[in-house]
């Protein structure tokens, strides 16, 4: 059980479906099948084997899911990298994770190499494309013979080590397991109902577990055909869905609300879409109500890192009547809430999310304490607080972390950023906790406007005194003309702007 057999069972099942199309090539699944073969034979004789980590600097290609695919019929791990790192961040995790070899492209040669001079230790060096921008070409690593490497490779056998966004602190790498995503393609399969027939659209970068694991992975395991881009862009999304007739779509939040106000929008056909799906931040409810009435049903998700990117579901006939909510847990996961102390809190009542399922990681690579402190009695807690209805519906509060304590009680700011995102006008909102002499915190919101639109702050004041309590109300409202700072997920850098707005004098 692992997920080389992935590809030789569509290779015989099959070998004339198209199993990925990038920059217009198209590849089947026999000969993804052969090319995988073929390069797992090069990095064998290259001394690179199982248990070995290969990190991977690129932008979205064919060559980067080959390798993938390539470590997994090999037993070898891969260590994604994060695309919008400095060299100094990527030279702590290729280090830390002990990289046998680093693969990068031309665009991202420069840094490849910067980080490569700052790490510890002799790593050996592939580069993408023609040139030899950084390091040997990496088509030298294809060989003739594309016999299957025969490698005995078990579901505990690490395929990835997922480093964490270090929105938090360090990084820290997750070991995500052959059988981890190989249990949460076969439960996103059966939630998104993913055959052979089906066409899924991923622009998203695959250097971040969204990507590379929760929507490649169950389109892969599925059989479906993949079309791989290279950025999130509306019209360009539009075009793809219309004439690659995509069935299957996820982004997070903002793509779709970029995407609804394009211009052109209504010009498309969309017909072809039968999952669309969200995760990384709650939908509004104004989104959900756009979408719908263009035809596009939503389904939300959850999922973090630790989890192989996926464990909760809402289905879109469920998204109205559980407005806010996550989903249930998918098959074979368990959902709870705690407090402090781990002991289960009441059905509704907010406590600390703890999941337990197949997906969840087997640890922390070289960080056995993290580890223990993260999964307790095989339960992963996941630092994010959440309620639980009595449907078994999941609804997250806010990350812990995020929360503030104004005169003693707790602030949830996703709360207030519901609140906000439905005043029109508003395209995006983050609500942090800054310094106050008498509450010891307050809530500061950032909000940006949609293009054209014009937003006051007194009218946002006043929509969050009709609708919320008064300790949570923001004491400082400031409309940003900049994006707000995201991650590759398209989660808020809260770390970030609470760095930017630590001086008082800046929320005059």
Same mark, same amino acid.
């Given at each position: 059980?692992?997920?080389?057999?992935?590809?030789?069972?569509?290779?015989?099942?099959?070998?004339?479906?198209?199993?990925?199309?990038?920059?217009?090539?198209?590849?089947?699944?026999?000969?993804?099948?052969?090319?995988?073969?073929?390069?797992?034979?090069?990095?064998?004789?290259?001394?690179?084997?199982?248990?070995?980590?290969?990190?991977?600097?690129?932008?979205?290609?064919?060559?980067?899911?080959?390798?993938?695919?390539?470590?997994?019929?090999?037993?070898?791990?891969?260590?994604?990298?994060?695309?919008?790192?400095?060299?100094?961040?990527?030279?702590?995790?290729?280090?830390?994770?002990?990289?046998?070899?680093?693969?990068?492209?031309?665009?991202?040669?420069?840094?490849?190499?910067?980080?490569?001079?700052?790490?510890?230790?002799?790593?050996?060096?592939?580069?993408?494309?023609? *040139?030899?921008?950084?390091?040997?070409?990496?088509?030298?690593?294809?060989?003739?013979?594309?016999?299957?490497?025969?490698?005995?490779?078990?579901?505990?056998?690490?395929?990835?080590?997922?480093?964490?966004?270090?929105?938090?602190?360090?990084?820290?790498?997750?070991?995500? +397991?052959?059988?981890?995503?190989?249990?949460?393609?076969?439960?996103?399969?059966?939630?998104?109902?993913?055959?052979?027939?089906?066409?899924?659209?991923?622009?998203?970068?695959?250097?971040?577990?969204?990507?590379?694991?929760?929507?490649?992975?169950?389109?892969?395991?599925?059989?479906?055909?993949?079309?791989?881009?290279?950025?999130?862009?509306?019209?360009?999304?539009?075009?793809?869905?219309?004439?690659?007739?995509?069935?299957?779509?996820?982004?997070?939040?903002?793509?779709?609300?970029?995407?609804?106000?394009?211009?052109?929008?209504?010009?498309?056909?969309?017909?072809?879409?039968?999952?669309?799906?969200?995760?990384?931040?709650?939908?509004?409810?104004?989104?959900?109500?756009?979408?719908?009435?263009?035809?596009?049903?939503?389904?939300?998700?959850?999922?973090?890192?630790?989890?192989?990117?996926?464990?909760?579901?809402?289905?879109?006939?469920?998204?109205?009547?559980?407005?806010? +909510?996550? *989903?249930?847990?998918?098959?074979?996961?368990?959902?709870?809430?705690?407090?402090?102390?781990?002991?289960?809190?009441?059905?509704?009542?907010?406590?600390?999310?703890?999941?337990?399922?197949?997906?969840?990681?087997?640890?922390?690579?070289?960080?056995?304490?993290?580890?223990?402190?993260?999964?307790?009695?095989?339960?992963?807690?996941?630092?994010?607080?959440?309620?639980?209805?009595?449907?078994?519906?999941?609804?997250?509060?806010?990350?812990?972390?995020?929360?503030?304590?104004?005169?003693?009680?707790?602030?949830?700011?996703?709360?207030?950023?519901?609140?906000?995102?439905?005043?029109?006008?508003?395209?995006?909102?983050?609500?942090?906790?800054?310094?106050?002499?008498?509450?010891?915190?307050?809530?500061?919101?950032?909000?940006?406007?949609?293009?054209?639109?014009?937003?006051?702050?007194?009218?946002?004041?006043?929509?969050?005194?009709?609708?919320?309590?008064?300790?949570?109300?923001?004491?400082?409202?400031?409309?940003?003309?900049?994006?707000?700072?995201?991650?590759?997920?398209?989660?808020?850098?809260?770390?970030?702007?609470?760095?930017?707005?630590?001086?008082?004098?800046?929320?005059?």
């Amino acid at each position: 059980m692992n997920l080389g057999n992935v590809v030789r069972f569509w290779a015989g099942w099959n070998p004339d479906g198209e199993a990925q199309r990038a920059g217009g090539r198209s590849l089947s699944w026999s000969e993804l099948d052969a090319a995988t073969s073929r390069l797992a034979n090069g990095l064998s004789a290259r001394g690179i084997g199982r248990g070995d980590r290969v990190g991977i600097l690129s932008g979205n290609r064919h060559e980067y899911l080959e390798l993938a695919i390539a470590g997994y019929k090999l037993g070898s791990i891969l260590v994604p990298l994060n695309v919008r790192l400095t060299p100094a961040e990527l030279s702590f995790i290729i280090e830390h994770a002990g990289c046998r070899a680093v693969v990068a492209d031309p665009d991202l040669a420069a840094t490849a190499t910067a980080a490569l001079d700052h790490a510890n230790l002799s790593v050996e060096r592939f580069g993408f494309g023609e *040139g030899e921008a950084f390091g040997a070409p990496f088509d030298n690593l294809r060989r003739a013979d594309a016999v299957d490497p025969g490698v005995e490779v078990t579901a505990d056998d690490v395929a990835y080590i997922c480093y964490t966004s270090g929105t938090t602190g360090t990084p820290k790498g997750a070991m995500l +397991s052959h059988g981890n995503v190989l249990a949460m393609a076969h439960h996103s399969i059966l939630a998104d109902r993913i055959n052979g027939s089906c066409r899924s659209y991923l622009p998203v970068p695959l250097s971040f577990t969204g990507g590379l694991v929760s929507m490649w992975a169950p389109a892969y395991v599925g059989g479906a055909t993949l079309v791989l881009d290279t950025a999130v862009e509306a019209e360009r999304a539009l075009t793809a869905i219309q004439d690659q007739r995509i069935t299957h779509f996820n982004a997070v939040p903002v793509v779709w609300e970029t995407l609804l106000n394009h211009p052109g929008f209504g010009d498309y056909d969309l017909s072809s879409l039968r999952v669309i799906g969200s995760g990384g931040a709650a939908v509004p409810e104004a989104l959900l109500a756009r979408l719908q009435s263009a035809g596009l049903p939503m389904s939300q998700g959850y999922g973090l890192t630790e989890g192989a990117g996926k464990s909760t579901w809402l289905r879109a006939e469920d998204a109205v009547r559980k407005i806010g +909510s996550c *989903g249930r847990p998918l098959m074979h996961t368990r959902v709870r809430t705690v407090n402090d102390d781990l002991q289960d809190v009441a059905a509704g009542a907010v406590g600390e999310l703890l999941i337990r399922g197949p997906e969840v990681m087997l640890g922390y690579w070289n960080d056995p304490a993290a580890t223990e402190r993260t999964i307790v009695d095989g339960w992963l807690r996941t630092g994010d607080l959440a309620r639980i209805d009595d449907e078994g519906f999941v609804y997250i509060v806010d990350r812990a972390k995020d929360m503030l304590i104004s005169g003693g009680l707790n602030v949830y700011p996703a709360e207030i950023e519901a609140v906000i995102a439905g005043c029109p006008g508003v395209a995006e909102c983050a609500v942090i906790g800054v310094a106050d002499p008498k509450w010891g915190e307050t809530p500061l919101a950032l909000v940006g406007p949609l293009p054209g639109a014009v937003l006051d702050s007194a009218q946002i004041l006043t929509r969050c005194r009709e609708q919320l309590a008064d300790y949570k109300r923001p004491r400082y409202v400031i409309l940003r003309d900049e994006p707000l700072p995201r991650g590759m997920s398209g989660k808020v850098l809260k770390r970030q702007l609470r760095e930017e707005y630590a001086d008082p004098a800046r929320l005059s």
